[in-house]
């Protein structure tokens, strides 16, 4: 059963950083590109960052310079380091594959607030 779940979200304050992963019960993980998105409610979903198979790494314009996607394939894990937070970053947090897109985790909420 594919499954992807997704932690280490939490209440941070403006400034402050976390590190999101993403666990991906997928036999082929390595094989694909994987994507960060968020959503804030009331609003669709967006896709933040996405990572190829080579690691190739594309930024929505907001987040340039502030947050970093990485992969693991041995561990089938996808991260997001998210530094110098900003209140409108905060949202909950998916993982998913933009091009085959897969059962969609609870996500991680963030909230960036003083």
């Known amino acids: 059963q594919v499954q992807l779940v997704e932690s280490g979200g939490g209440l941070v304050q403006p400034g402050g950083s976390l590190r999101l992963s993403c666990a991906a019960s997928?036999?082929?993980?390595?094989?694909?590109?994987m994507g960060w998105y968020r959503q804030v409610p009331g609003k669709e979903r967006e896709l933040v960052a996405h990572?190829?198979?080579?690691?190739?790494?594309m930024y929505k314009d907001s987040v340039k310079g502030r947050f970093t996607i990485s992969r693991d394939n041995a561990k089938k894990t996808m991260y997001l380091q998210m530094n110098s937070l900003k209140p409108e970053d905060t949202a909950v947090y998916y993982c998913?594959?933009?091009?085959?897109?897969?059962?969609w985790g609870t996500g991680a909420l963030v909230t960036v607030s003083s």
């Open positions: 998913n594959r933009p091009n085959s897109l897969l059962p």
């Open positions: 990572i190829t198979a080579t690691s190739s790494t």
């Open positions: 997928i036999s082929t993980f390595s094989l694909y590109i």
